[in-house]
T-cell receptor, first 114, second 114 residues
Framework: EAQVTQNPRYLITVTGKKLTVTCSQNMNHEYMSWYRQDPGLGLRQIYYSMNVEVTDKGDVPEGYKVSRKEKRNFPLILESPSPNQTSLYFC?????????????FGEGSRLTVL | GNSVTQMEGPVTLSEEAFLTINCTYTATGYPSLFWYVQYPGEGLQLLLKATKADDKGSNKGFEATYRKETTSFHLEKGSVQVSDSAVYFCALRGSGAGSYQLTFGKGTKLSVIP
């Protein structure tokens, strides 16, 4: 089954404790992206990657890191999480750039930073 | 930069009522426009799209027409069902250098009651 898989789905952590949210897709997509969803703000893009070893900042990259060492994986790293990073995070992928808008989303990872 | 403005929610309708969710955009060039839907507890899914002016996207009884003269892409459905209860996001993909990103509206929550 074609899918984007995120882990963990739910996480409660404390300020400053490094964490990684993994994202994996099995569709051989070149483009991958991370979004955060907050009430009243909708979805905002954090980082995206056009292909292996190619990443770029989205609209809200501060406090986040990403890497794209393999085509299928695009982990989101919070080196020192803070409470304002409490949010619902979505990973998404598409075959190339989202030129057709055919972004495929994971089910989301709900992160709480205390 | 590009931006998308959606009508504020939540919207509550009775089953079989007519639905309109307004969406207007600001962009340079020739953007492509999309509607995504997020069912409770899930990631976003592409609902429909239109890639040039006067195009009509349609799916599952939903329709939206790309109106360049009014910079709008309103979502409509003639008779909603309880199963249509979800959050709906209007999105825009810019042209040229902006074609690698989708800009989302803030989302409109629809609740359909029997």
């Amino acid at each position: 089954e074609a899918q984007v898989t995120q882990n963990p789905r739910y996480l409660i952590t404390v300020t400053g404790k490094k964490l990684t949210v993994t994202c994996s897709q099995n569709m051989n997509h070149e483009y991958m992206s991370w979004y955060r969803q907050d009430p009243g703000l909708g979805l905002r893009q954090i980082y995206y990657s056009m292909n292996v070893e190619v990443t770029d900042k989205g609209d809200v990259p501060e406090g986040y890191k990403v890497s794209r060492k393999e085509k299928r994986n695009f982990p989101l790293i919070l080196e020192s999480p803070s409470p304002n990073q409490t949010s619902l995070y979505f990973c998404a992928s598409s075959l190339y750039s989202p030129s057709t808008g055919e972004l495929f989303f994971g089910e989301g990872s709900r992160l709480t930073v205390l | 930069g590009n931006s998308v403005t959606q009508m504020e929610g939540p919207v509550t309708l009775s089953e079989e009522a007519f639905l309109t969710i307004n969406c207007t955009y600001t962009a340079t060039g020739y953007p492509s426009l999309f509607w995504y839907v997020q069912y409770p507890g899930e990631g976003l899914q592409l609902l429909l799209k239109a890639t040039k002016a006067d195009d009509k996207g349609s799916n599952k009884g939903f329709e939206a027409t790309y109106r360049k003269e009014t910079t709008s892409f309103h979502l409509e459905k003639g008779s909603v069902q309880v199963s249509d209860s979800a959050v709906y996001f209007c999105a825009l993909r810019g042209s040229g250098a902006g074609s690698y990103q989708l800009t989302f509206g803030k989302g409109t929550k629809l609740s359909v009651i029997p």
